[in-house]
Every structure is written in structure tokens, then in C-alpha cells.
């Protein structure tokens, strides 16, 4: 799995131009039911075509559907799915994301990418990293209440033995330079150079347990925790728990972890295991979080600093006030912002267009806004939106 990050919609957001084709579908992982996948597909594919054909010439739009259409005949892809799937593309290079929430079937045409159902995924409070570790294996995980999926397989193992490698060499250059001082007299300084230069760079297979740890949490640090953000959950022995955290500088890194050996886990029912029992260590943070979101939303509407307005908190997003915008997940109004002041413009409805909530999420997100989508049950508000006003 690569993991949905802040980085990679800022990068879809980035290279959107109209047309933009969004599509999103639910996915199954196991057989017979994944063979529903690549049809669903298909069918999505000729609801945004339809779309596509009321606005553009046959030509021009079987050369934007072209790339969907490769993507539809991979029968490798097809076969190792999660529980959902988003597609971009149109007058954009193709991009994709594997999502392990399900999200209701939907193709989308429009002059910007439909993006909430990824901000739903991305700015879901409950994600969570599990870092499984022992003295010469490393793995992890991603996921919330309900889903955990192992993240980076191979690109971790690679950038955990770079780092070793590295290590190594550095502590070699290190040791060479101090000697260096001491025998530049007997062999130059020239020689001196050239020694340190070319320093034994053998691979020692017995590393020891801190070296590899500090490897590990390099690795982890650059590569996951800081691109996403998310809690970082150690399931270890408790020998093993002790000297990661002596060594680990990663700032996400919760200080309750899973006591548990990695090692005999099985998959399915080991995965199951390890999901509860970091819920367990999450669920307390999740819920503090979310009862401040909502405090601080009904605080700021008492003092005249929130809104649940549509079109004042558009309007304010717009220039740039909102600092936090709690969106609901199962809110749709057709339509889209007006470019020029921010302004809801309601849609027909008629075909497949964009959803003013998902402009407003995307134009609050460009302004540095926190942008939360949420489920109804959870929103402050029958409006749709919960803003908190930076002034």
C-alpha cells in the first residue's frame, strides 16, 4: 500500500486542468467478489465519457479517457485491491489512490478535481502508523478503527539498510579522521586524505540492536511520520521498546505502545490482534481531539469568530480567515465556488458536476486551513460546514 499523504493531494491539486475526471469506487480484496471491481470501473468510465462527450468533440475525449482505459485492462491491478479506489485524470497525467475506507461509487467531470472523499481519508481523525520492530526485522502499518494495512514494504527495508550504510561509512570517516592526526606526520597529509577517503565500507551482518533501531527510526521519520503527520504506535518486546526509544528522535512517536512480539503474528487474525490493541492505545487521543474540535467551534460561534453560513464561511475562506473547517461527509450540493469571490454557485443538478462542499474544502486547504471531513453524527451543525475564524 502507498499511503494517501498531504504531500501526494497537494501534488494532485497542483496539476489539475479542465477537464479534470474523478473517479472514485469501492473495491473488494478477496476472490470471487474482487472480479466486481474492473467492472464497477467500467461503468464509471462511461458515466464521466457521457459527461465529457456534452462538452467536447468523440476525438478529443476518447484521448482523455485513454489512460483510464490502460488502467482497465490490468488484470494484476485489478486483483490486489483495498476497500477503495480514486482515479484522476482527464487533460492531467493519471494519478491514483488506494484507500481503506470504502467510498460510494462516483465519476465526477468538472474544472477542478473532486478531492472531499480524499480529504475525508487524509483528514480522518483515528489514523494511526504501527511500527512493528525487532532486533532485525521491520515493518508498518497504517490504519484506523476498523482497517490496518502494512505500508512501504520494500521502499522501508531499502531505506533502513541505506541508513545503516551510511552510518556505517560516516562512523569509519569519523574514526579515520581522528587517526589521520596522528599518523599525518609518518605518512603525509596527502596520504591521510586518501585513507579517509576510502574507507572500508563492508557490510557486517551482526549489527547491533541501537544501530539498527537508529536506521529504523531514520527511515520511518522521513519517509512516513513526517510527510503525514499521524501518531506512531511501537509494537515491541519490552527489551526491544526500551532501546528504540532511547535512540528514536521521531516527534510522533506516542509514548504508550503494544507489548507484543511482531515475530508471532500471523496474518489475518495477527492483523486483527495488533488493530485492536493499538485502537486501544489511540481511541482515548481520538476522542480528546475531536471534543476540542467541537469546543472550539462552539466557542468561537458564541464570541462571533465561527459560522456555519455556507456562504459566509465561503466568503471568509476566500480571503483567507478560516483556520479550521469541519466539513460533512455525506453533504453534496451541486455546483462550485465562483473564482472570482469565493461565492457558492448552486448547480441544476443535471449530470455529473462538481459539489460546492468539495470547492470549499479544496480553496480552504490551499489557504492553509485544517480541514476536517467528518460523519453527520459528529458535525456541530445541519449546514454542512463548522468554520473557525482566524479573525
Given at each position: 500500500?502507498?499511503?494517501?499523504?498531504?504531500?501526494?493531494?497537494?501534488?494532485?491539486?497542483?496539476?489539475?486542468?479542465?477537464?479534470?475526471?474523478?473517479?472514485?469506487?469501492?473495491?473488494?480484496?478477496?476472490?470471487?467478489?474482487?472480479?466486481?471491481?474492473?467492472?464497477?470501473?467500467r461503468n464509471l468510465l462511461r458515466d464521466a465519457d457521457v459527461a465529457l462527450r456534452q462538452r467536447?468533440?468523440?476525438?478529443?475525449?476518447?484521448?482523455?479517457?485513454?489512460?483510464?482505459?490502460?488502467?482497465?485492462?490490468?488484470?494484476h491491478f485489478w486483483s490486489h485491491r483495498l476497500d477503495g479506489l480514486a482515479v484522476f485524470g482527464?487533460?492531467?497525467?493519471?494519478?491514483?489512490?488506494?484507500?481503506?475506507?470504502?467510498?460510494?461509487?462516483?465519476?465526477?467531470?468538472?474544472?477542478?478535481?473532486?478531492?472531499?472523499?480524499?480529504?475525508?481519508?487524509?483528514?480522518?481523525?483515528?489514523?494511526?502508523?504501527?511500527?512493528?520492530?525487532?532486533?532485525?526485522?521491520?515493518?508498518?502499518?497504517?490504519?484506523?478503527?476498523?482497517?490496518?494495512?502494512?505500508?512501504?514494504?520494500?521502499?522501508?527495508?531499502?531505506?533502513?539498510?541505506?541508513?545503516?550504510?551510511?552510518?556505517?561509512?560516516?562512523?569509519?570517516?569519523?574514526?579515520?579522521?581522528?587517526?589521520?592526526?596522528?599518523?599525518?606526520?609518518?605518512?603525509?597529509?596527502?596520504?591521510?586524505?586518501?585513507?579517509?577517503?576510502?574507507?572500508?565500507?563492508?557490510?557486517?551482518?551482526?549489527?547491533?540492536?541501537?544501530?539498527?533501531?537508529?536506521?529504523?527510526?531514520?527511515?520511518?521519520?522521513?519517509?512516513?511520520?513526517?510527510?503525514?503527520?499521524?501518531?506512531?504506535?511501537?509494537?515491541?518486546?519490552?527489551?526491544?521498546?526500551?532501546?528504540?526509544?532511547?535512540?528514536?528522535?521521531?516527534?510522533?512517536?506516542?509514548?504508550?505502545?503494544?507489548?507484543?512480539?511482531?515475530?508471532?503474528?500471523?496474518?489475518?487474525?495477527?492483523?486483527?490482534?495488533?488493530?485492536?490493541?493499538?485502537?486501544?492505545?489511540?481511541?482515548?487521543?481520538?476522542?480528546?481531539?475531536?471534543?476540542?474540535?467541537?469546543?472550539?467551534?462552539?466557542?468561537?460561534?458564541?464570541?462571533?469568530?465561527?459560522?456555519?453560513?455556507?456562504?459566509?464561511?465561503?466568503?471568509?475562506?476566500?480571503?483567507?480567515?478560516?483556520?479550521?473547517?469541519?466539513?460533512?461527509?455525506?453533504?453534496?450540493?451541486?455546483?462550485?465556488?465562483?473564482?472570482?469571490?469565493?461565492?457558492?454557485?448552486?448547480?441544476?443538478?443535471?449530470?455529473?458536476?462538481?459539489?460546492?462542499?468539495?470547492?470549499?474544502?479544496?480553496?480552504?486547504?490551499?489557504?492553509?486551513?485544517?480541514?476536517?471531513?467528518?460523519?453527520?453524527?459528529?458535525?456541530?451543525?445541519?449546514?454542512?460546514?463548522?468554520?473557525?475564524?482566524?479573525?
Amino acid at each position: 500500500m502507498q499511503p494517501l499523504t498531504r504531500e501526494r493531494l497537494d501534488e494532485l491539486l497542483a496539476s489539475q486542468q479542465a477537464p479534470c475526471v474523478s473517479i472514485y469506487l469501492p473495491t473488494r480484496r478477496t476472490y470471487p467478489d474482487l472480479q466486481q471491481n474492473a467492472i464497477q470501473y467500467r461503468n464509471l468510465l462511461r458515466d464521466a465519457d457521457v459527461a465529457l462527450r456534452q462538452r467536447y468533440p468523440g476525438s478529443a475525449v476518447r484521448a482523455l479517457m485513454e489512460p483510464f482505459h490502460v488502467l482497465d485492462s490490468d488484470e494484476h491491478f485489478w486483483s490486489h485491491r483495498l476497500d477503495g479506489l480514486a482515479v484522476f485524470g482527464g487533460a492531467s497525467p493519471l494519478r491514483r489512490f488506494d484507500l481503506q475506507r470504502t467510498v460510494p461509487p462516483l465519476a465526477v467531470v468538472a474544472d477542478s478535481f473532486h478531492v472531499k472523499p480524499l480529504l475525508r481519508q487524509l483528514r480522518a481523525q483515528g489514523r494511526y502508523q504501527v511500527l512493528c520492530l525487532t532486533r532485525n526485522r521491520v515493518r508498518l502499518f497504517e490504519g484506523d478503527r476498523d482497517h490496518l494495512d502494512e505500508v512501504d514494504p520494500d521502499g522501508l527495508v531499502e531505506a533502513v539498510a541505506d541508513a545503516i550504510q551510511s552510518s556505517q561509512v560516516q562512523q569509519q570517516l569519523t574514526a579515520v579522521g581522528a587517526a589521520s592526526n596522528q599518523i599525518a606526520t609518518a605518512i603525509g597529509h596527502s596520504g591521510a586524505k586518501r585513507l579517509a577517503a576510502n574507507p572500508d565500507t563492508s557490510h557486517d551482518p551482526d549489527q547491533p540492536a541501537d544501530r539498527f533501531f537508529t536506521a529504523v527510526d531514520r527511515a520511518v521519520w522521513e519517509r512516513h511520520s513526517l510527510p503525514s503527520g499521524l501518531p506512531l504506535v511501537l509494537a515491541a518486546l519490552p527489551e526491544n521498546e526500551a532501546i528504540f526509544r532511547r535512540v528514536s528522535h521521531n516527534q510522533h512517536l506516542l509514548p504508550q505502545g503494544v507489548e507484543i512480539d511482531p515475530e508471532a503474528l500471523q496474518p489475518q487474525q495477527g492483523w486483527q490482534q495488533l488493530r485492536e490493541a493499538a485502537w486501544r492505545v489511540i481511541e482515548p487521543r481520538h476522542e480528546e481531539r475531536m471534543r476540542q474540535y467541537l469546543e472550539s467551534f462552539a466557542v468561537a460561534k458564541s464570541r462571533g469568530k465561527g459560522s456555519e453560513d455556507l456562504d459566509e464561511v465561503a466568503r471568509a475562506a476566500f480571503v483567507g480567515r478560516v483556520g479550521t473547517l469541519l466539513l460533512d461527509a455525506d453533504r453534496r450540493m451541486p455546483g462550485r465556488l465562483d473564482p472570482d469571490d469565493g461565492h457558492p454557485v448552486r448547480g441544476d443538478g443535471q449530470g455529473v458536476i462538481d459539489d460546492v462542499f468539495d470547492d470549499l474544502g479544496e480553496l480552504a486547504l490551499r489557504r492553509d486551513a485544517t480541514v476536517l471531513v467528518v460523519g453527520h453524527d459528529r458535525m456541530p451543525t445541519n449546514t454542512g460546514v463548522a468554520a473557525v475564524f482566524r479573525y
